[in-house]
């Protein structure tokens, strides 16, 4: 049986990138394999991350860490979003790295008695994640119930190399770093660096670098940084789908919901069988799909199972040819970039939003 979409995953350029991110920092590697591997499912990206020479893995749940754990990772995994009430003991029990960012999930992992492993998170200047107006008061904790392995924080702008909120965050991480040692902790891995600050900003490397869009071949700001080609990057997911029909129209046809489109001229049209609930973005504009050596655009609005391309008159397309909706753009095709612009967004979340009932399918080479 074949499918109606799939998003086929290149693992060799998951090792390629990760050989290279491994290059460029001269430390360890963690993977961030958290949201589903970034849509390219989790256990198989973890497990081909551990083979390929990553030194870690990080996720931000506690289940992902845990699912990873009983499919046979081996390598440090560190967890980063559990708030007070989770299941610490779990995460112990699984030898599973505890992110620590607040004073009420240090009490609950100190009352354990049981030697958790925390990497401490510290705010710098992002303001989300990790210690800011309870620092001080944290400094006077009794540590001597957990271990302090790793001291963390996030760039907010490490995209923008040249801003100045990046060494700001730097110095401020240091100075953080050194409140610690003034209190006899001194934790053996420091880690700040994101996929952008790996490859722009040496100076914030330390001990473990943490690369999640650059592993999987992409930009972290094609804008800024360049996109995937400049940076060296092989993208590893082509999405693909079917043209569930394929129909000629005259001009002047109205296309789909609020008939938003009209035909200019007669044409052929393509109904694609993926749509918004399988994470193609209903705003998208300005993307489409690949066929035949060419870009068919979309056409009126996108539906939560399908959406219309204009193939143009002279296509020789049939129902049930497949497409690309997306790939790595060598061969001219749409690119994930290409449809975060498309949808104002980033290629981040056109690529973690690929819905569940789209298969992924594993091949070391795809094409
Ligand atoms: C998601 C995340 C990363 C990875 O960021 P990329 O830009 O994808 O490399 C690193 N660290 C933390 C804490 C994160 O949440």
Do not use: C
């Not at 753009?329 to 290409?338: H, N, P, Q, V, W």
């Not at 967004?345 to 939003?353: A, F, L």
């Amino acid at each position: 049986m074949e499918h109606r979409a799939e998003a086929r995953i290149d693992v060799a350029a998951i090792t390629a990138n990760i050989s290279l991110l491994k290059d460029l920092s001269g430390v360890d590697l963690l993977a961030v394999v958290k949201a589903d591997a970034y849509g390219h499912g989790l256990i198989e990206i973890g497990l081909a991350a551990q083979k390929s020479g990553a030194d870690w893995l990080g996720v931000a749940l506690l289940e992902e860490a845990i699912a990873l754990r009983t499919h046979g990772v081996q390598i440090p995994i560190l967890a980063w979003l559990l708030p007070p009430g989770s299941d610490f003991r779990a995460a112990h029990n699984h030898n599973i790295d505890i992110a620590v960012a607040s004073i009420a999930a240090f009490n609950e992992l100190s009352s354990m008695k049981s030697q958790a492993r925390i990497h401490i998170e510290v705010d710098t200047g992002m303001t989300r994640g990790g210690f800011l107006d309870e620092w001080q008061e944290f400094l006077t904790l009794d540590f001597s119930h957990v271990e302090v392995v790793g001291i963390f924080s996030h760039f907010a702008r490490a995209d923008e190399p040249n801003e100045k909120q990046n060494p700001d965050q730097l110095n401020r991480f240091n100075a953080m770093v050194a409140d610690l040692a003034a209190i006899g902790i001194n934790p053996p891995i420091k880690h700040i660096s994101n996929s952008a600050a790996t490859m722009k900003n040496h100076d914030a490397t330390f001990d473990l670098v943490r690369t999640g869009i650059a592993m999987y071949g992409l930009s972290p700001d094609v804008k800024t940084l360049g996109d995937s080609k400049a940076l060296g990057l092989k993208p590893a997911m082509q999405l693909r789908a079917k043209l569930h029909l394929v129909k000629k129209v005259p001009a002047g046809s109205l296309v789909g919901y609020g008939a938003t489109a009209v035909t200019k001229a007669d044409t052929t049209l393509g109904v694609v069988a993926m749509g918004y609930a399988d994470g193609i973005p209903r705003t998208a504009q300005a993307a489409g799909v690949f066929f035949d050596g060419t870009r068919a655009p979309i056409i009126g609005r996108v539906s939560m199972d399908q959406f219309m391309v204009d193939l143009g008159p002279d296509s020789t397309a049939i129902s049930g040819d497949w497409t690309i909706v997306f790939g790595d753009g060598s061969r001219g095709e749409y690119t994930a970039d290409d449809w975060g612009a498309a949808s104002s967004s980033i290629n981040y979340e056109i690529i973690t939003r690929i819905g569940p009932r789209v298969p992924r399918i594993y091949a070391p080479h795809v094409y």
